[in-house]
């Protein structure tokens, strides 16, 4: 079992940077593939990043690609989402998920686990 709490959103303005963090429990989070999703009002949840269990991968959507960075550190099992030129269109609720399949192009969620997650929002 794994358990995920998100944090580090906020309100900014467009242009601005956040730097989320998810912070993860239990013993086994060093073979985890993690992954970072957002939900937007009255849209569907979508994939933002992800880093396989080794920290030597990353995959990212393509409307974040060249702006967000995600990364692992695993004394602190944690993993966190570094946002640079943010838009009114990255407003959203971000998640973290733990235990997805990791592939070269794609992240699946299948049964992981999901944190609660935390609120960006971003204005001009």
């Known amino acids: 079992q794994v358990h995920l709490v998100e944090s580090g959103g906020g309100l900014v303005q467009a242009g601005g940077s956040l730097r989320l963090s998810c912070a993860a429990s239990?013993?086994?989070?060093?073979?985890?593939?993690m992954a970072w999703f957002r939900q937007a009002p009255g849209k569907e949840r979508e994939f933002v990043a992800a880093i396989r269990w080794s920290g030597g991968n990353t995959y990212y959507a393509d409307s974040v690609k060249g702006r967000f960075t995600i990364s692992r550190e695993y004394a602190k099992n944690t993993v966190y989402l570094q946002m640079n030129s943010l838009k009114p269109e990255d407003t959203a609720l971000y998640y973290c998920?733990?235990?997805?399949?990791?592939?070269?192009?794609?992240?699946?969620?299948?049964?992981?686990?999901w944190g609660r997650g935390t609120q960006v929002t971003v204005v001009s």
């Open positions: 998920h733990a235990g997805g399949a990791y592939s070269s192009d794609s992240y699946t969620t299948g049964s992981g686990y």
């Open positions: 239990g013993r086994t989070f060093s073979t985890y593939n």
